[in-house]
């Protein structure tokens, strides 16, 4: 069996206790920065092995992997935070369980652009999450496609490219369309700002902009 297991953002009380017992009976974590996860699992006293599964390698050892699962290795597959799978590795190794016959149970937990959007006061009923933008090539096409979305979308940004994001929001969906930036989420130095994209385009300018961002903005009206 392969666990798919959620680890915290920030705060490290934010583990199942479930999460930490399949960490302890798995034969192997997978981890995308084994440095990471070993602060994680060493906090916990999990004495469980860990091996190396991240952005450069996936495609290469997910055959390995799932042969090994199929014979009878039960695994669990962890991102540096949140859920893999989500703007993580993951989706390669699922694929090929599921294609396999492998079983897969994905643990519920922590996951940043849920906690963003839900303290946004932004309408979270119906939203369209979009991860990570392209840094270059169809960047702008896709700014415009989500501006013209009627209902809330969801972004992950690095807190580097923040206030340029936020400029080219703005020049798709105007000023004063309302939007959220949540940073540092778990955190002891949390933000969750929510104004129009000018005010927040102003705010982060004025600051030196720290830890992982999310931003949540309206849809059209």
Do not use: W
């Not at 962890?78 to 016959?101: E, Q």
């Amino acid at each position: 069996m392969l666990y798919i297991v959620p680890t915290p953002i920030g705060n490290l009380e934010d583990i199942t206790l479930r999460a930490l017992r399949v960490l302890k009976e798995v034969s192997l974590v997978l981890a995308e920065d084994t440095r990471t996860s070993s602060k994680l699992l060493k906090h916990y006293a999990i004495g469980t092995p860990l091996r190396a599964f991240h952005a450069h390698n996936e495609h290469a050892v997910v055959e390995k992997l799932t042969s090994e699962l199929a014979a009878g290795t039960t695994m669990a597959l962890i991102s540096d935070a949140g859920t893999p799978g989500i703007s993580d590795p993951g989706f390669l190794l699922v694929r090929a369980c599921v294609r396999a016959g492998v079983r897969v149970e994905c643990l519920p937990g922590p996951t940043a652009f849920v906690p963003a959007l839900v303290a946004s006061g932004i309408p979270c009923d119906t939203f369209h999450f979009d991860g990570f933008l392209p840094h270059k090539k169809g960047r702008q096409t896709r700014l415009k496609y989500l501006a013209e979305l009627p209902h809330t979308f969801v972004l992950y940004e690095s807190p580097y490219r923040l206030v340029k994001c936020l400029g080219e929001l703005i020049a798709v969906c105007g000023e004063e369309r309302q939007a959220c930036v949540a940073r540092e989420l778990s955190k002891l130095h949390e933000e969750v700002k929510t104004a129009s994209l000018a005010a927040l385009k102003a705010h982060f300018e004025a600051k030196e902009v720290k830890g992982e961002i999310v931003v949540v903005v309206a849809g059209k009206p």
